[in-house]
């Protein structure tokens, strides 16, 4: 639920390989069309596994269907 009280959905793209039009289309897909984009997010850092360090992404959005 928005802060208006309306519904709206929180989408989520994790990973380097993805961009924010990957969420677009999960939007997209969610809402059968039209969205409005009421928030978004995209941040990067590091993560330590046994591998080694690796880059991480993440990308999400809060969408309201139109």
């Not at 390989?17 to 995209?42: F, I, L, P, T, W």
Request: proline content about 3%; charged content about 25%.
């Amino acid at each position: 639920t928005l802060p208006d009280g309306s519904t709206g959905y929180e989408i989520k793209c994790p990973g380097t390989h993805r961009s924010m039009g990957d969420c677009m289309n999960k939007a997209r897909e969610a809402c059968g069309g039209n969205y409005k984009v009421v928030d978004k997010e995209e941040a990067s850092g590091l993560a330590f596994t046994e591998f080694g360090i690796m880059q991480t992404r993440s990308r999400s959005m809060f969408v309201e269907c139109e």
